[in-house]
Nanobody
């Protein structure tokens, strides 16, 4: 079972550029599909970005051009570089993993998160 531990969340200013990290174990970041989601209490979970095993990357419209997903194989860590933060980016951010997600990515079904079976505990980002 994949374990995911997020960090990097904190209070940030509008326009800021924090980076979130998600340490993955025991699977390699190169062997699984990884994604970032966020959720605000009382609202549905929102897909942010996905990084498929073949390197395909997708972003939600809300963050396209502002956020960048990446991974470091040596650190076995997934990252989310956030830039040009807005107050509406305030949320708890989660990383998620699944063995395969190519079909879901191709059909744009990854956004709901239903395809992902492993989740971290999340890290809070508050933008003011």
């Amino acid at each position: 079972h994949v374990q995911l531990v997020e960090s990097g969340g904190d209070s940030a200013q509008t326009g800021g550029s924090p980076r979130l990290s998600c340490v993955v174990s025991p699977d390699s970041v190169n062997d699984i599909c990884l994604a970032w989601f966020r959720q605000v209490p009382g609202k549905e979970r929102e897909g942010i970005s996905v990084l498929a095993i073949d390197g395909t990357i997708r972003y939600a419209d809300a963050v396209e051009g502002r956020f960048t997903i990446s991974k470091d194989s040596a650190e076995n860590t997934l990252y989310l570089q956030m830039t040009s933060l807005k107050p509406e980016d305030t949320a708890r951010y989660f990383c998620a993993a699944e063995e395969h997600c190519g079909a879901a990515v191709g059909a744009n079904l990854w956004l709901s998160g239903a395809e992902f079976g492993s989740w971290g505990q999340g890290t809070q980002v508050t933008v003011s």
